[in-house]
Nanobody, 125 residues
């Protein structure tokens, strides 16, 4: 059973940085894609970035620049570094994953089978 547990969210000031973490377990294969999504109030869930175990990354076009995805394979932990936070970044951030040698139809959420419970990020100006 694949399990994903996010942490690191909180209430921060605009302009600050935050690093989210996602501890994952249950994979018996090394072929999977890990990704971050976010969902703001009243909006659809949108993809932020994805990463394969070999370190190859992909970013949603609108997320390039302030978001950096990374992972520690030894710790089975996924990270998302968010810099220069803006009020419009306020959202629940989700960790997601899918089996396979690529990230499929990222940034579409339907391409991912496994999800964490989410961690709230609130940015005040």
């Amino acid at each position: 059973q694949v399990q994903l547990v996010e942490s690191g969210g909180g209430s921060v000031q605009a302009g600050s940085s935050l690093r989210l973490s996602c501890r994952f377990s249950g994979y018996r294969s090394n072929n999977y894609c890990m990704a971050w999504f976010r969902q703001a109030p009243g909006k659809e869930r949108e993809g932020v970035a994805g990463i394969l175990r070999n370190g190859a990354t992909t970013y949603a076009e609108s997320m390039k620049g302030r978001f950096t995805i990374s992972q520690d394979n030894d710790k089975n932990t996924l990270y998302l570094q968010i810099d220069s936070l803006k009020s419009e970044d306020t959202a629940v951030f989700y960790c997601a994953s899918r089996l396979g040698t690529h990230c499929g139809a990222f940034p579409y959420a339907a391409a991912f089978a496994y999800w964490g419970q989410g961690t709230q990020v609130t940015v005040s100006s």
